[in-house]
C-alpha cells in the first residue's frame, strides 16, 4: 500500500518536473500531448528519407550539427522524414511516439516546417548521455497565409553574403517563405550589372556616412567612403541558398523616385541638371528617374538582367515616396501628360508603372510595388505592398489588385522597439512587440472576395539607423518570431500571455544560434490615463514579472496594480532580471495645470499640448508633438472655465536629437471681459536666443480669463540636404503649461 502510494506520488511528481510543454512559435494548428516520452539514443539516428528529401535531409543534418547534437547512428527511436500528398502543400504532421520523432509533410516545404518545429523541440529537450528525451505527441500544423516575408534594405547600409545567409536561416526558423531583397536606394546601388557597369562601380559608393541622426541639428557627414555590392555569383549562392528553404526571394528595383545612385551612375536617366551623387544623409530627395524612351531602355535592360538573376514570379519596382519637384519643371514631362491626358504628376507616376510593368510582364514576372503607384491608374496585376498603414491595401483589394501587408504601425522594425530612453537610437516611431503581435493583416471591412486578394503580409527593416549585423538581428528579434505567429498561426489560437510564455526558449535557441536578441519587452513601458477627477492612472508593462517605480525621485517600489498620481509627477520604472540586476529606463512626467483638457482652436493635431503629458525627445515619437510650419501658429485655447492665471511655459526642445527648432517669436494674449484679445507677454528673437532649457516661460500680472491665445512664428532656415538648399524651419512644440 505504501508503496503503491510512493509510486503514484513518484509518477506525480515526474509529471510536475518532466520538461514544460513544448513551446512552439508560431504556434501550430494543433498539438495533442501524450503522457510517456521517447528517448533517442545519440547518436541520433536518421530513419528512411523519401528519395524527394535528400535536400531537407541534409538540412536536418546541419540543425542538428548547429545544436551540437551527434547524429549517424544505426539504433533506437529515431527520426524519418516523408511526404503524404494527403495532406495539403505546406502542411505537416510531427508525431513523437514509440519508435521516435516522424516528419511527414504535404511537400518538402511541409517537411522543412515540421523540421523547424522539430529544432525547436530539440533545444527545449533533456540531453543526457543516454540520449535526447522527448515528450510525447502530436502536431498537426499549416501556415494561416502563403506570403510570410521579411524585407532587408541592403542600400542605406549593406550586409554581406554570409549574413544574408544568416538572415535567411531566421526566415526558414520562423516558417517564413518570402525574402524581399531592397537593393536599391539613394545611398547605394548594390546589384552588379553587366550591361551598365557603373550601377555599382559610381553608385554603390558613398563618400560618407550621416553621424548621428540625419535629423540632428548640424549633422554631417563621417566623410569615409562606404559601399559594397553583390556580384551575379553571389546573387545565385543566395537565391540556390533560400530555395533549399523553399523561400522565394524577391528583388526591388526602386523607381521612379529613390534613384540617387541610379542618376549618379547614369546622369541622362535623371530630369533636368541634376547634380545626382550617391547620398550620404537619409530621406528623401528629389532625383528622379525622367520619364523618357531612353529610361525605358535602360529598365528593360536592366530588368531582363534581374529577371535572369531571379527565377521568382516577382520584380518589385519600388514606387515609393515620390518627390515630383524635377518632374514639373520638365518639358518632356508635361508634354506627356498632354498626350496621354494625365491630370496630374501622380497620374504620371502611375502611368510610369504601367510601362515598367508592361516591360516586367513581357519578362514573364509580375510587379509589386508601394502603395503610392495607387496614386493614378495602374492595372490591377500589379500586386500591391500597403506600408502607410492599411488604407492602400484596402483600397487596392477592393480594386481587384493582390496586397501584401505592411503597415508601419505594425510591422517597421526599424522603428523602436521599446519607450525606455536606455534603447539604441532608431529611426522614429515605437512598434513594441504586443504592437506586432496584435497586427490584423485581414481588415475585417472587406468583403470574402476582397480579402482574397490579402496574400499575406511582411515586416520591413530600413537600415538607416541599422548600421551592423548585431544590430540587424536585434531589430528583427523577437519581433519577427511575434510577427511568424500573426502569418501562421490561426487567428482564433493567438494569444500574446501565452506566446510570451512560449517566447524564452526561442530566445535562447536563438542566442544559442549566435543571434543578438533585443530585451526591450522585458524593459517596462509607462501607459497613464486620466481620471474624472483630473489624476492619472498609471499602468507599467513589460513582459519581465518584477517591475519598479519611483514617483519624484522617491522611495523605490515594487509595481503590482496600476497606481494613481493625483495631479503631477515624473514616474520613473525599471525592471529586475532573473540574475537580479536593473534593467531599463522608462520615464513619463505628469504635470498639471489649468489648461489640462482645454479645447485647442487653430491648429490640428495640438491635443498633445494639452495632455499633462511632457514630451521627450530621446525616444523620437511624432505624436508627442505639434508641429508647426514657418508660417507659424495662432492658437486659441479655451480653458472651459474662467481660471487665474499668470504664467504659459512651451516646451520646445527636450534634447539634441532632432531639428526641435526653436520659434523666434512668441506672445501670449488673453481675453478680456469685454472680449478683446491683450496683449500679456511676447518674446522676441534675441530673448529666445538667450534662453536656455527646455521650456520657454512667459510671465505676466494675474488675471482671471477663459480664454488664452498664443501666437508663434518662426523666420528660421536651416540646410537641407535632402534639397541642397537652406529651408525655412518648422517647429515643434510640446506641453503648454498654464498656471
Ligand atoms: C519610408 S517604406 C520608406 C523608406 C524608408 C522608411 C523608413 C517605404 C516604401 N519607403 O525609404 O527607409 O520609410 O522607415
Redesign the pocket.
Known sequence: MLRIFLLSLGLVTALIVGPARAAVIPAPVSIQHGNGFTVLPLPLQLLGVDAALVSEQQLLQQYLNSADIAFGGAAGPGIGLAIDQALTASAYRLEVGGTGVSIVGGDQAGVLHGLQTLRQLLAQADISEQGVQLAQLVITDQPRFGYRGMHL?VS?HFFDVDFIKRYIDLLALHKMNVFHW?LT??QGWRLESKAFPRLTDVGAWRSGTVVGHTHDAGAMSDGRRYGGYYSWDEVREVVAYAAQRHIMVVPEI?VPG?ASAMIAAYPELGCGESQAKVQTH?G?FPEILCPSDATFTFLETLLTEVAELFPGPYIHI????VRKDRWEDCDLCDALMKAHALEDHGELQAWFVNRTETIVNALGKRIIG???ILDGEVRPSATV?S??GQEGGIRAARAGHDVIM?P?QHV?F??YQGSSVDEPMA???LTRLPDVYAFQPVPAELSAKERGHILGAQA?L???YVPTETDAERMVLPRMSALAEVLWTPVEKRNFEAFAQRLPALEAQLRALGYEVADSHYKPHIKASENDDGSFTVTLESLAQDMRYRIDGGAEQRYSAPFTVAKSGAVNAWTIQPDGSPLGDARLTLVDHAARGATIHGAKHAAALVDGRLATDRIFRYPEWASFGPEGVDLVIDLLRPAAVSSVSIGWQAGVHRKLFRPTAVSVLLKNSQGEWQLAAELDREAIAALDGHRIELNFPTATVGELRIVAASDQLHWSEEQSKDVPSTFKIDELVIR
Do not use: C, Q, S
Open positions: 534594405d542605406r531592397h536606394d539613394d526602386d529613390h537619409f528623401v519600388g514606387g515609393d515616396e508601394w502603395d503610392e505592398m506600408w502607410r505592411t508601419l517597421y526599424d522603428f529611426i522614429h516611431g520591413n530600413w537600415t538607416e
